[in-house]
């Protein structure tokens, strides 16, 4: 059993590459929580940059009340009109800008940050199955800063505890089989009892 998703070969001589779609174990968990957290982020955001861009159109309607106030020349005023609302574009590119950029980055962080959740607890799901299927083995560990560390070592040492019982069981097992044997019980006879045997043992070999 491989207890980790799968992942490109790496190539000869270097590191594997790493995808999106590697860290997206659980797409609609992970998309869903990210998609939470930049909304809001991208709604608080708009609404700060709203207020900072009417701030700036207030200050150019008020440049704009000045001058006309101060008789400046027709060519002079509107070059200096021209001038603030191109700030007032810049502001506003600015702000859109920062906006996106700033969902990207969450969007991005949000993925990789839920991946440290999501893939401990698909790892913790395999081995939950092959426990299931009555193979007591831990394979492999989790990586240095993923979350449920310690969910993971209570459940390995749930299982090193069962592999512990079944390993004294097994040995009880071989004491009454050649007991069994030595009194003189046909083979044939302690077939179930052997076959029982080995399949524990295989569980945790």
Request: charged residues 20%; neutral net charge.
């Amino acid at each position: 059993m491989t207890s980790q998703a799968p992942t490109a070969s790496p190539p000869q001589g270097g590191k594997p590459k790493r995808h999106l779609r590697n860290y997206l174990l659980d797409p609609r968990f992970q998309l869903k929580y990210t998609g939470m957290v930049v909304l809001v982020t991208v709604v608080v955001a708009s609404v700060l940059g709203s207020i900072a861009y009417r701030s700036s159109k207030a200050q150019t309607e008020s440049l704009t009340i000045q001058m006309a106030m101060m008789e400046i020349d027709a060519p002079l005023q509107g070059s200096l009109e021209e001038m603030s609302a191109e700030r007032d574009r810049e502001v506003l590119l600015n702000i859109v800008g920062g906006i996106v950029l700033m969902g990207v980055i969450l969007g991005l962080t949000g993925i990789i940050v839920t991946h440290r959740l999501v893939g401990p607890a698909y790892k913790l799901r395999l081995l939950i199955h092959e426990v299931a299927s009555g193979k007591l083995k831990i394979m492999g560990k989790l990586r240095k800063g993923d979350e449920l560390q310690e969910v993971f070592e209570a459940f390995a040492e749930m299982i090193t505890s069962l592999r512990a019982a079944q390993a004294k069981e097994i040995a009880e097992l071989d004491a009454a089989i050649a007991h069994a044997r030595e009194a003189g019980v046909p083979m044939e006879h302690l077939e179930a009892i052997q076959g029982v045997r080995d399949r524990m043992q295989a569980a945790i070999d």
